[in-house]
C-alpha cells in the first residue's frame, strides 16, 4: 500500500453473511462508503454537515468492483482508502480490502460533487479538495 492511505477496520457480523457464512457480495460497497465517509470525517468534513449547510455533496457516479477471495465471519478487514484523480468536480477513489496481506476485494469508485440544491454538478468544496490532496497518490494501472 501506499503512504497516501486512509485505513478503517471492519468487524464481520452475522449480519453481513450469506447462508453460506460468506460476506454478502453488496456489503463490500457499504465497507468502502464507510471508509470514505470516515476518510472526510477524519479531514474535518461531515456529510450530515455538509447536506444541513446547503454546500456541495459528493456522490458515487461510477463504481467498479473485483472480488478476489471471500470474507467470513468475524474477519478483521481493512478497507485502504486512496485518491486516484482529483479533479475540479470529481475525485476517483481506490480502495482496497484485505484480511491481514490478503486482498478480499478491489474497488475503483468515481464520486461527483452536486448541489444539495438542485443536484446539479459542481465544483468540489475548496476546502475538501484541499484535503484530499494529502492522500493523492501515483496513477496505477
Known amino acids: 500500500m501506499l503512504d497516501k492511505t486512509f485505513r478503517l477496520d471492519v468487524r464481520i457480523y452475522w449480519?453481513?453473511?450469506?447462508?453460506?457464512?460468506?460476506?454478502?457480495?453488496?456489503?463490500?460497497?457499504?465497507?468502502?462508503?464507510?471508509?470514505?465517509?470516515?476518510?472526510?470525517?477524519?479531514?474535518?468534513?461531515?456529510?450530515?454537515?455538509m447536506k444541513e449547510s446547503g454546500e456541495a455533496l459528493i456522490v458515487v457516479s461510477k463504481l467498479e468492483i473485483t472480488y478476489r477471495r471471500p470474507a467470513k465471519l468475524d474477519d478483521l478487514l481493512t478497507v485502504h482508502t486512496r485518491i486516484a484523480s482529483l479533479k475540479h468536480a470529481s475525485v476517483i477513489f481506490e480502495q482496497t480490502i484485505t484480511r491481514g496481506d490478503e486482498v478480499i476485494?478491489?474497488?475503483?469508485?468515481r464520486c461527483a460533487s452536486i448541489s444539495a440544491s438542485t443536484g446539479m454538478p459542481t465544483e468540489i468544496n475548496p476546502r475538501i479538495r484541499q484535503a484530499l490532496l494529502d492522500y493523492l497518490g501515483e496513477p496505477r494501472d
Open 105 to 109: 476485494a478491489q474497488g475503483r469508485v
Open 15 to 49: 449480519e453481513d453473511t450469506d447462508a453460506g457464512g460468506i460476506v454478502y457480495h453488496s456489503n463490500y460497497l457499504r465497507y468502502m462508503e464507510r471508509a470514505r465517509t470516515e476518510m472526510l470525517r477524519s479531514l474535518g468534513f461531515s456529510q450530515q454537515q
